[in-house]
């Protein structure tokens, strides 16, 4: 981590030090035509990305359409670098397929449904639900001083409950998918505060045998 800090830029860590202080700009929106050539050239790489990632590639095959209408939010996130935005399509599409297209499987008589729609509160099982009533993960009702929607995960109480790691990450993906359909948070995003104060070796231990963080980092935009 040290180390890749050092690679940034000083515009880069100005950048950096603004997002952590809640004073970035939202994104602007780019010029329309620009953004048409951005598309195109994200319709280009998504299906060599699809060669590289299965959930990618069954959700072109379910519904091309629903990967075309996803394309800008991705873009958005991305901050219009159109590579890095289907390579985010990649990584998002396979955690869909690990995370959810086995339990959907048993409500609905296509396996994989709910990989070309909006994940709903419906997607999680009885025992994320339960989790997720603790109130480990919280949406604050205040934003920071940038407009951004701010999100809290209560490292403590997962680890007092033991919350398992699949748990978190369908909690968190469904979220940011109901957050995303927001055109302000598509270009702004939003703010992880990972809330760790009390923890101990063995709990910190716990929480980095979860892939909760690394998900995060591959599939949402936070700051």
């Known amino acids: 981590l040290t180390k890749q800090i050092n690679q940034l830029t000083l515009a880069e860590r100005e950048k950096a030090l603004y997002d952590l202080h809640g004073v970035s700009d939202h994104l602007p929106e780019a010029d329309p035509q620009q953004v048409e050539k951005w598309l195109h050239q994200m ?57 959810f297209c086995r339990l959907t499987a048993k409500h609905h008589n296509d396996e994989c449904a709910c990989i070309v729609r909006d994940l709903t509160i419906d997607d999680l099982t009885e025992d994320d639900l339960k989790y997720w009533r603790t109130g480990f993960y919280q949406v604050c009702r205040e934003k920071d001083r940038a407009g951004r929607i701010v999100c809290i995960v209560f490292l403590p109480l997962c680890y007092q409950l033991q919350i398992p790691p699949e748990s978190m990450v369908r909690v968190y993906l469904v979220m940011n998918s109901i957050l995303t359909q927001n055109v302000e948070v598509q270009r702004s995003g939003n703010v992880h505060i990972a809330y760790a104060v009390g923890l101990g070796k063995d709990s910190l231990k716990f929480i980095g045998s979860t892939h909760f963080a690394d998900s995060v980092v591959k599939a949402g935009r936070w700051a």
Do not use: S
């Open 43 to 99: 319709d280009q790489l998504i299906p060599e990305q699809a060669k590289e990632h299965p959930g990618l590639e069954i959700a072109l095959k379910k519904n091309a359409q629903y990967i075309h209408q996803e394309r800008m939010k991705f873009l958005r996130a991305d901050e219009y670098d159109p590579v890095k935005a289907a390579e985010r399509m990649g990584y998002y599409f396979d955690m869909r397929l690990q995370y």
